[in-house]
């Protein structure tokens, strides 16, 4: 069998194992280890435990569980409360005043932690009840949360920028940097479409009644003070790191005590707060690493075909593909992808097929890595697969069904999709802020 | 389900529970390491060399010890685009299934574990870095992790077996 064929069909069983509704880390795992068994004989045993000594030594991994942390501690002790309260009472009378604020204080919220769990908690538990109760249609509603959460992976700090930066060797702080633009053009492009279609349809968005308006100016402009808490996390965290004084892993850590401390200064950190925040920081923690265990079992595999060389000749010397063509083509395959993997197994086995060509055909690895993350916040909205849809799910009050959720995501992709073309298009969105900042 | 399967089952989850809210607590030791780093680099600059190794250490043991709590808090998603639709006998049915091979994976993890343990002992394998940690007692700890995650594997496995023939174990 030649080498093209063995990769595809491991590929393919792989998929198998993965609809039969296994756990993707068990479906990956055992598809890996059961072939390079059959590839390399008894060598190969090894190699899976290897793959926890790989992850051990990357450093940058410690910010997986810190950020994850911070999260349920900033949705469970309830900090956001006050944030969402501001954001309320300034856009109230908007028209869809409510779910631009929701993308504002999912905005910050991005900017204070780098997954998109925590948006989509403090989504689910503040802002989707609020904008029931005013009566805003449930679509919008459900596409406005998941889209705002899924900000969460581009805004700085970014897990997803930080593994991508562990696998293409990449300057974890240009690649930060790189994401705050796109990060804020996309939130820009969502508060357009909210406005624009509110305009049009008023029903989607009603504006507050009038008397739930009436409140003292004094009292309006003391709200705005809840946006200090927020702005110092901010700063003690992607400040401190961007500002050189500490390292990347070292200010995660900082981010996590600061907003510990933050829940104790609100009085909101109980022990029941407490336990949960911990456990569902194993939870989650627990699950990344898992499927980042196992993907890079299957990526050795991978590797151990010559996968890259492969794809480099399907791509240049049988397609005859442009530069711009197979970056397309990669893109494509990603969102193809990205709607059966999950993304975080996605980029341990695809990434490394990919970005070493990214960087042969003269492309930007720092920008590849933002259109990157476009992808996969992409991939995180589409069915099947995707944490938000579990959330939602579990989350979401009976009255916003399955079809509620999937169905109202669609305009939300269609506007990322646009802001992927622009990207691509003009690079200097993504590269001028490292570039000014770096001095190159 | 015979008596033996269910002490099993019983014992197993126990013994991964406590073990895992306990792990739970780790993350708590890599933020004060890596505090107890940034404040003496930043302020009194005097750095450590013991810190990134120490906090990685914790960090593989927190997730690998964790593991088999989170099993039983079942925070392992899967893509269920068809195993939604299928009744809970059905689900279970495929799971006890599929399970061979992911317990099969944990095997191979396991054997590669011993393996690397040994290794350690015998030659008294050390981090290539100016600390310079011995390497023995982390692999026993992470191989002690994945031994649990494969328990745990089997309880649920008996779990599942159980629930597609129409019983529970309690």
Known sequence: ?440 | MPKAIRIYVRYVEAANKAIGVVSMYLIFGMMGVLLYESLFRTILNEPHIWVVETAQFIMAAYYLVGGGYSMMLDSHVRMDLLYSKWSPKGQALADSLTSLLLGFYLVLLIIGGFAGTKYALVYGQVNYTPWAPRLAPIKIIMTFGMVMMLLQVIAQFFRDLARARGKTIP
């Open chain 1, 1 to 440: 069998m030649s080498y093209e064929l063995i990769a595809i069909s491991i590929f393919f069983s792989m998929m198998a194992m993965l609809l039969t509704g296994q756990r993707i880390f068990g479906a990956i795992g055992g598809v890996a280890t059961v072939f390079a068994l059959l590839l390399w004989g008894e060598g190969a045993a090894d190699m899976p435990f290897h793959a926890s000594f790989i992850l051990l030594n990357w450093y940058p991994l410690l910010t997986l569980p810190l950020f994850i942390y911070m999260g349920y501690m900033f949705s469970e002790s309830g900090i956001a409360d006050d944030l969402y309260r501001m954001f309320h009472v300034w856009m109230g009378p908007l028209r869809g005043g409510l779910a631009l604020g929701t993308i504002g204080v999912m905005t910050a919220v991005a900017a204070m932690n780098g997954l998109s769990v925590a948006g989509m908690a403090i989504g689910c538990t503040l802002a989707l009840p609020e904008m029931l109760k005013r009566k805003y249609d449930k679509i919008m509603i459900s596409g406005v949360i998941q889209a705002g959460s899924s900000l969460g992976i581009m805004i700085p700090p970014s897990v997803v920028l930080v593994l991508y930066g562990m696998i293409a060797r990449q300057n974890v702080g240009r690649l930060w940097m790189a994401g705050v633009f796109p990060g804020l053009l996309m939130s820009g492009m969502f508060a357009l479409y909210i406005i624009v279609r509110c305009w049009l349809q008023p029903h989607l968005g009603p504006a507050l009644p009038a008397e739930e308006r009436r409140m003292p100016w004094g009292q309006k402009f003391r709200l705005l003070s809840a946006g200090i808490l927020p702005l110092l996390i901010i700063f003690s965290m992607t400040g401190l790191f961007l500002g050189g004084v500490t390292s990347l892993v070292e200010c995660s850590a900082v981010g996590a005590t600061v907003t510990t401390l933050a829940a104790v200064f609100k009085r909101r950190l109980t022990g029941k707060v407490l336990v949960d925040t911990l456990r569902n920081t194993l939870s989650v923690s627990c699950m990344f690493m898992w499927v980042i265990l196992a993907a890079l079992a299957f990526s050795a595999v991978f590797d151990g075909l010559g996968a890259v060389h492969a794809i480099e000749i399907l791509f240049l010397e049988k397609w005859h593909l442009s530069p711009w063509g197979i970056m397309i083509m990669m893109q494509v395959s990603y969102l193809f992808m990205g709607t059966f993997l999950d993304d975080t197994a996605m980029l341990v086995i695809v990434a490394p097929l990919y970005v070493p060509l990214v960087i042969k055909l003269g492309f930007n690895p720092i920008w590849y890595g933002v259109l990157y993350t476009i992808t996969c916040q992409i991939a995180y909205m589409t069915p099947p697969f995707g944490y938000n849809l579990f959330l939602m799910r579990a989350m979401a009050p009976p009255e916003i069904t399955l079809a509620d959720i999937y169905r109202s995501i669609i305009p939300f992709v269609f506007v990322m999709i646009i802001a992927l073309a622009v990207v691509m298009v003009f690079p200097q969105i993504a590269l001028w802020l490292p570039n000014w900042y770096f001095g190159k």
